[in-house]
C-alpha cells in the first residue's frame, strides 16, 4: 500500500525546520488526510501529533489540543502504557495544558508521565525528578501548596544527589520551592532559597542570562518583605545591569527595573538616590511618549512621593497636581490611574492635617468608588471614614453627622449590631451629640459604643479608654462629676497599662 502520507510528513518537518512555518502546516495537513484515508491509525497519530506541535508553536493552543488528544487515544490504543510514543503524547498534551494555563487538566497527563518514569527508571532517576518538578509546578499553579512543596523537596533531594547541590536544575527548583512559600507569605523561608538559587545559577549560567532574571526579581520582593532593603536594593542594581545589557538602556522593562530600584532607595531612606533613578526613568519615559501621558504621570506622583517623605512638601504637593491634572486628560474619570492620583493628594493633605484641601478629594474619591465598588465596598467606606474625620477637624459636624448615620447603617447591615466598626460610628456619632448639646442621644450612642467595644475588643483596649473619656466629658457636662471622674480614672489605667 502506497504510504504517501510519509513524503508529506517528511516534507512538511523539512518545512518546519528551516522556518516555513505555512508551508509546513500544509503539508501535515496532507500527510495527517492522507493517513486517515489509507486507514493507517499509528501513521494517523503521527501526523496529527506533529501537526499539533506547529500548532503549539504557533500558540494555537485550541486548534493542537484536539491534534494532542488523538495523537494519545490512537498510541494508548496499540502501544504498551510505557512506549516511547505514548509518553510523547502525553509530554505534549500536559505541556499544552500548561501554557493554555489549563493546570486542573495539566495534571493528569502529567502524574502518569511521573508513574511511567518512575516504574521504568526509579524513584531516584534525575528524569524522574524533573516530572516530579513539572508535577509540583502543576500543583502550585492551582494554589495546591502543601502538595508542591511536598513534590519540590523530593524533587530537589533526587537532583541534589544525582548532579550535586551546584547544579542549575538545583537552583532551578530551590527558586519554585522558593516561590511556594513567598505564596503564602512565608518570606523568611523563601529567602535563602532563593539566595543560594541565585548564587548556583550565576556561576553556573553566567551573570547576565536571562534565567536568572525572575530569580532576582523574586528574591529582591522577599527582601522587601523581610525588611531587608540594602539587600534588595543590591539584588535590583544586579538585575537592572543584565536588563541594560540584554535590552537595552531605554527598554520599558528597563524603566521598570530603574523605579524598582529607585523605589527600594525610598525605603532605605535614599531619598536623593531615589530621586535620581526617577528622573532618569521620567526622562525616558517622557522621550518616548510625552509629558502628557499617564505613564509619566505615575514616575512624577513617585517623584512627589520621595518629596513627600523627605519633607519637601510644596514640591510634593505641586508634582502631585501635575500628575493629577495629565492623568485625568489622558484617562477616564473612573480609571484606576486617576483613582491613584486623587488618593495621593488627599493622604498628603490628610496626614499633614490641611483638611480643608483634603475634602474635596476624598469626596471625589467616595463618589468614584460608589460608582465602581458600592457604598458596601471596604475601600469607599475607607473614603467616607476619611471625609468624616475631614469634616470633624473642620467642625463640619452636621456633614459628618449625615456620613455616620449612613455608615452606622450600612456597617450594621453587612457586619452586624455588635461589630467594633459600628462601635466607631456611634462613638463618633456621641461625640458629635455632645457638641451640640444632645445628651440624651449622645449617652445612648456613648453606651452602645462601649458595650460593643468592651465585648468585642476587652475591657483594656485603648478604644475603649477613648469612650469612656468621651463619655466622662459628657457626665462633666451634666452635672455628674463623680461619675466622670471614675471614668477618667479608668480610661488612664487602660492607657498607663497599654503604654
Given at each position: 500500500m502506497s504510504k504517501d502520507w510519509e513524503k508529506f510528513f517528511e516534507q512538511g518537518n523539512d518545512a518546519f525546520e528551516k522556518g516555513n512555518l505555512q508551508q509546513a502546516e500544509s503539508y501535515f495537513k496532507a500527510a495527517l488526510a492522507d493517513a486517515e484515508k489509507q486507514g493507517d491509525e499509528l501513521g494517523t497519530a503521527n501526523c496529527s501529533e506533529r501537526l499539533g506541535e506547529l500548532l503549539f508553536e504557533l500558540e494555537r493552543y485550541e486548534e493542537a489540543e484536539p491534534h494532542f488528544k488523538k495523537t494519545l487515544?490512537?498510541?494508548?490504543?496499540?502501544?504498551?502504557?510505557?512506549?516511547?510514543?505514548?509518553?510523547?503524547?502525553?509530554?505534549?498534551?500536559?505541556?499544552?495544558?500548561?501554557?493554555?494555563?489549563?493546570?486542573?487538566?495539566?495534571?493528569?497527563?502529567?502524574?502518569?508521565?511521573?508513574?511511567?518514569?518512575?516504574?521504568?527508571?526509579?524513584?531516584?532517576?534525575?528524569?524522574?525528578?524533573?516530572?516530579?518538578?513539572?508535577?509540583?509546578?502543576?500543583?502550585?499553579?492551582?494554589?495546591?501548596?502543601?502538595?508542591?512543596?511536598?513534590?519540590?523537596?523530593?524533587?530537589?533531594?533526587?537532583?541534589?544527589?544525582?548532579?550535586?547541590?551546584?547544579?542549575?536544575?538545583?537552583?532551578?527548583?530551590?527558586?519554585?520551592?522558593?516561590?511556594?512559600?513567598?505564596?503564602?507569605?512565608?518570606?523568611?523561608?523563601?529567602?535563602?532559597?532563593?539566595?543560594?538559587?541565585?548564587?548556583?545559577?550565576?556561576?553556573?549560567?553566567?551573570?547576565?542570562?536571562?534565567?536568572?532574571?525572575?530569580?532576582?526579581?523574586?528574591?529582591?520582593?522577599?527582601?522587601?518583605?523581610?525588611?531587608?532593603?540594602?539587600?534588595?536594593?543590591?539584588?535590583?542594581?544586579?538585575?537592572?545591569?543584565?536588563?541594560?545589557?540584554?535590552?537595552?538602556?531605554?527598554?520599558?522593562?528597563?524603566?521598570?527595573?530603574?523605579?524598582?530600584?529607585?523605589?527600594?532607595?525610598?525605603?532605605?531612606?535614599?531619598?536623593?538616590?531615589?530621586?535620581?533613578?526617577?528622573?532618569?526613568?521620567?526622562?525616558?519615559?517622557?522621550?518616548?511618549?510625552?509629558?502628557?501621558?499617564?505613564?509619566?504621570?505615575?514616575?512624577?506622583?513617585?517623584?512627589?512621593?520621595?518629596?513627600?517623605?523627605?519633607?519637601?512638601?510644596?514640591?510634593?504637593?505641586?508634582?502631585?497636581?501635575?500628575?493629577?491634572?495629565?492623568?485625568?486628560?489622558?484617562?477616564?474619570?473612573?480609571?484606576?490611574?486617576?483613582?491613584?492620583?486623587?488618593?495621593?493628594?488627599?493622604?498628603?493633605?490628610?496626614?499633614?492635617?490641611?483638611?480643608?484641601?483634603?475634602?474635596?478629594?476624598?469626596?471625589?474619591?467616595?463618589?468614584?468608588?460608589?460608582r465602581k465598588l458600592g457604598m458596601v465596598h471596604p475601600d469607599t467606606q475607607a473614603c467616607i471614614d476619611s471625609l468624616i474625620i475631614c469634616y470633624l477637624q473642620q467642625t463640619k459636624y452636621k456633614e459628618a453627622e449625615a456620613l455616620l448615620k449612613q455608615l452606622t447603617e450600612l456597617r450594621e447591615m453587612n457586619l452586624g449590631l455588635d461589630h467594633p466598626d459600628v462601635a466607631a460610628c456611634l462613638h463618633y456619632l456621641a461625640e458629635i451629640m455632645r457638641f451640640d448639646g444632645r445628651y440624651d442621644l449622645a449617652e445612648k450612642n456613648y453606651k452602645r459604643a462601649l458595650d460593643i467595644r468592651t465585648k468585642c475588643l476587652g475591657p483594656n483596649h485603648p478604644d475603649v479608654a477613648r469612650s469612656l473619656d468621651g463619655y466622662a466629658d459628657l457626665l462633666s457636662a451634666t452635672y455628674r462629676e463623680a461619675e466622670a471622674e471614675h471614668m477618667r480614672v479608668c480610661a488612664q489605667a487602660i492607657l498607663k497599662a497599654g503604654a
Open positions: 487515544a490512537v498510541r494508548d490504543k496499540l502501544l504498551k502504557p510505557h512506549d516511547d510514543l505514548v509518553v510523547a503524547a502525553l509530554n505534549n498534551l500536559s505541556a499544552l495544558y500548561f501554557f493554555q494555563g489549563n493546570h486542573e487538566k495539566a495534571e493528569s497527563p502529567c502524574k502518569r508521565l511521573t508513574e511511567i518514569y518512575e516504574q521504568a527508571l526509579g524513584a531516584d532517576n534525575p528524569e524522574v525528578a524533573t516530572s516530579v518538578n513539572n508535577l509540583a509546578l502543576i500543583y502550585a499553579a492551582q494554589g495546591k501548596n502543601r502538595l508542591a512543596e511536598e513534590l519540590f523537596k523530593r524533587a530537589l533531594d533526587v537532583k541534589e544527589k544525582a548532579l550535586g547541590r551546584s547544579h542549575p536544575e538545583v537552583g532551578d527548583i530551590l527558586h519554585n520551592l522558593a516561590n511556594v512559600y513567598w505564596s503564602q507569605d512565608r518570606f523568611v523561608e523563601a529567602e535563602p532559597l532563593l539566595t543560594e538559587a541565585v548564587t548556583i545559577l550565576s556561576d553556573t549560567i553566567g551573570d547576565d542570562h536571562s534565567d536568572l532574571m525572575p530569580v532576582l526579581v523574586n528574591l529582591a520582593a522577599v527582601c522587601q518583605a523581610n525588611g531587608h532593603h540594602k539587600a534588595a536594593s543590591g539584588h535590583l542594581e544586579k538585575l537592572l545591569g543584565v536588563n541594560e545589557i540584554a535590552l537595552g538602556p531605554n527598554h520599558p522593562e528597563v524603566v521598570a527595573c530603574i523605579t524598582n530600584l529607585a523605589g527600594s532607595h525610598l525605603f532605605e531612606g535614599r531619598f536623593a538616590d531615589a530621586e535620581r533613578l526617577y528622573k532618569r526613568a521620567l526622562s525616558i519615559r517622557e522621550r518616548a511618549l510625552g509629558r502628557h501621558s499617564a505613564e509619566v504621570a505615575e514616575i512624577l506622583a513617585s517623584i512627589a512621593f520621595v518629596h513627600q517623605s523627605d519633607n519637601k512638601y510644596l514640591l510634593a504637593e505641586n508634582l502631585y497636581k501635575e500628575a493629577l491634572s495629565i492623568t485625568e486628560a489622558a484617562r477616564s474619570t473612573e480609571s484606576p490611574e486617576v483613582e491613584a492620583r486623587l488618593w495621593d493628594l488627599a493622604c498628603l493633605y490628610h496626614n499633614h492635617n490641611r483638611y480643608q484641601k483634603a475634602e474635596p478629594y476624598w469626596k471625589k474619591l467616595m463618589e468614584l468608588r460608589e
